[in-house]
């Protein structure tokens, strides 16, 4: 099942109405809606790519379903565009918005490009029914030119590229993105070979695992360490030099990178 509207408050929103498995929501343009910390954001018409997906829960494994979220984005703009996304846990999804190339294949793990931008925000919200279900927001800059970005640390797809909008296909993206992101999160709830597939697949991507990071919580508490693995659950293992600390992703307010290296 799929809708497609000219312009809806929230795409999650509609799809937690429907409540209906592979059910798919899209929307040319977006009013109201939400990220993570209920951070809200809107989405211009015709430039980007706006949809949420449902999809039955992996209940094993319920804090790997936004990385695995973010992973199959990545993978799917990789196979339609070339370019080479890196993820920031727990799924913001980077690519280089300041020179035409867009490639962080040579990026080492632990090395986040310091010319890359945000271009894809995810936000996950479990239905806990009989049957559990998961509903999966993407939001995917596409055409957007730098007058279009809301912040500096944003960027678009063709801003990697150096494109017009001719060159990008967003029927193309979203077909790449709902196979993906089907194949991902049935993983988790597979075997443990399969579970295990999509977890090595993330952190092969995940730039924030080897770097020294700056953690901080609603509290405005904050953490500094080196980032040194995503567990099993999907949480980040920082070391601060004192403890090994394990932070999910529904407790912290920011990740961002430390302010030396260690």
Known sequence: MVEVHERLSSTNSRAVELSRPYAVV??????????????????????????????????????????????????????????????????????????????????????????????????????????????????LNVHQRRADLPVTTATSLALALGVGEDRLDREALSVAVLQRLAVRVDQLGGSAAEREATQTAYRQVCATVGTLVTVTFPDGRAVMGTALDVDGDGALVVDDGQQIHTLHAGDVTHVRPGQQAR
Do not use: M
């Not at 954001?41 to 430039?47: H, I, M, N, Q």
């Not at 080492?108 to 310091?114: H, R, V, Y």
């Open 26 to 139: 899209l929307a040319e343009a977006q009013t109201a809606g939400r990220g993570r910390l209920d951070r809200s954001w809107e989405s211009p018409a015709g430039l980007g790519l706006t949809f949420s997906a449902v999809l039955p829960a992996p209940v094993n494994v319920p804090g790997w379903v936004p990385l695995a979220a973010g992973l199959a984005v990545a993978e799917a703009v990789t196979a339609v565009t070339g370019l080479r996304p890196q993820l920031k846990w727990p799924n913001d999804l980077l690519v280089s918005g300041l020179d035409a190339s867009g490639d962080t294949a040579g990026a080492p793990q632990g090395a986040i490009d310091p010319g890359s931008g945000k271009v894809c925000g995810i936000l996950c919200e479990y239905l806990p029914l009989p049957e559990p279900l998961v509903v999966v927001g993407v939001g």
